[in-house]
Nanobody
């Protein structure tokens, strides 16, 4: 049983940066696959990034490749999403998710645990 809480969202101008954090409690953090998803206004939830074990290469959705970086700190039970060169289309509610496993996964239905989300708004 895992509880996730996102933080770090806010309002930024296009071209700016934000760093989202997701703190986890419960379970064994190092055994969890961790992902970030987002839901833009009027759109369905979409995959952003995911990471597995620390020695496994993370994966990214095409729209954020080269701009976003996912990382994890097992000592702090926290997963991060560094977002650079933000665009207006990055606006949305960002959610972190977790599931037991080894490799990162992009399908939202494969994740068992979800945070409540944090709002990211990019002004143009």
């Amino acid at each position: 049983q895992v509880q996730l809480v996102e933080s770090g969202g806010g309002l930024v101008q296009a071209g700016g940066s934000l760093r989202l954090s997701c703190a986890a409690s419960g379970g064994t953090f190092s055994n969890y696959v961790l992902g970030w998803f987002r839901r833009a206004p009027g759109k369905v939830r979409e995959f952003v990034a995911a990471t597995g074990r620390s020695d496994v290469v993370p994966i990214y959705a095409d729209p954020v490749k080269g701009r976003f970086t996912i990382s994890r700190d097992n000592a702090k039970n926290t997963v991060y999403l560094q977002m650079n060169s933000l665009k207006a289309e990055d606006t949305g509610v960002y959610y972190c998710a977790a599931n037991t496993g080894t490799f990162p996964i992009s399908q939202d239905f494969r994740y068992n645990y979800w945070g409540p989300g944090t709002q990211v708004t990019v002004s143009s």
